[in-house]
């Protein structure tokens, strides 16, 4: 047998000898790559992965490469109680309109049940609630992991409903005032359950306050962290339902009492005040013989859903002059007539080629079923996107996609832990 050749130390050493890159140089060479690229890059070696995988870098990488695809952001509903010794842990997720999930994020409490539900999704970030603290509520940026603690209390103005509040429904919303950079958290407090309350100067019996996310100014950050009181709705909101975000305004539709007359209320976040309530298409055109569904945001268009033989979309063209146009309409006849006027429907975008996506859920032993469609109006057919068996709030959105490759899987709770890991 031939003796077994003696492997060169020489190539050793040359290899040790090798110059070592600077992270901050690889860094700004990877920057460039598309992320469908960089997920190959992983795969080179450890130090590569965790560049990669740093909150940082891939800031930096949605920055240069803004998403342009659309998303949708998918909310799981929490189990109840007599179910929550199964698995339990996702808090939402994002996909793509094939239905492919391209995020998921997690989150468990310390004794590993999940305490948490997402509420809404805007401006690239995630509104989420803590069933068991009172529902405190938090915002969670899904690409950095920041979270953003939402401040506790009442504003000053209203320091005098401090019991009305404790069991009463309570609705957080944000939006990014363009003009500004600032970001700004809307909350709605609802009073009318309370035995307490008999201010007569607020007869919606709501609250409304606002707050500025994250201040950088020194001077009125001190202002900008406490809940500012505001003047009240003019008329009684929705809240937690039908609520839209466009640009820095909110729109509300309004409660049962006078939904039927599909006006809708908005607040401006810049200004900080109530606009003019506006009346919807089913009571400014004398032609419109449906009911009103709801509101959408549709390719950053307010929408008043009608609900008729079909479903129409009505887009408003000029809010001063009141304009409506109606500019789709979703033929039904492939819903159950009863599910069709008892359940949600909800559109969510216009693609480039005239198909909406669409939300619509469904009861299922005591969950809410969302299913996501394709409806194409030149076939007056549909497709199947995906099902979601527990669904919760689900938003239009562009958060979070090139992350996604980096880091398919999350938690609000231990990504530094998972960092150092």
Known sequence: MAPRRKRSSAGRRDKQDLPSIPLDMISET?????????????????????????????AAHMR??????A???????????KDSCRPDTILCEIMDISGRVVKRIHS?????????????????LICIANVTTNKSYRLLDPVSGVEYPVPDGLAEEHASHKHD???NQTFYVFGLVSSTGERKVLRVLDTSWSNTTTDDSNPTRQLCEVFTLGSSSSSSATQHQIWRGKKAPPNR???????VVIGSIVYFSLADSVRTQDYVASFDLETEEWKPTLPGPLSANAGATGHFGSIAS???????????ISINLWFLMDFEKCLWVKQHTIQVDFYNSYAFWKKEFRPLLVLDDGRILFLYKEDDKGYNRGLIRIYDPRTNTRTEVAEIKRCGAVEHSTIGHSSSCFDPDSSTSSCEDRQAA
């Open 30 to 58: 990877l920057l460039p790559f598309p992320a469908k690229d960089l997920c190959r890059f992983r795969l080179v070696c450890r130090s590569w992965r965790s560049l990669l995988s740093d909150k940082d870098f891939i």
């Open 64 to 69: 240069r490469h803004p998403p342009d695809e």
């Open 71 to 81: 998303l949708i952001v998918v909310g799981h509903a929490k189990r109840r109680y």
């Open 108 to 124: 468990t409490g310390a004794d590993g049940i999940r305490n948490d539900t997402m509420v809404y999704a805007h401006a690239n």
């Open 165 to 167: 509040i404790s069991h």
């Open 298 to 308: 549709l390719n950053d268009s307010l929408v008043v859903v009608e609900r008729d």
């Open 237 to 243: 909101l929705a809240v937690g339902i039908n609520v």
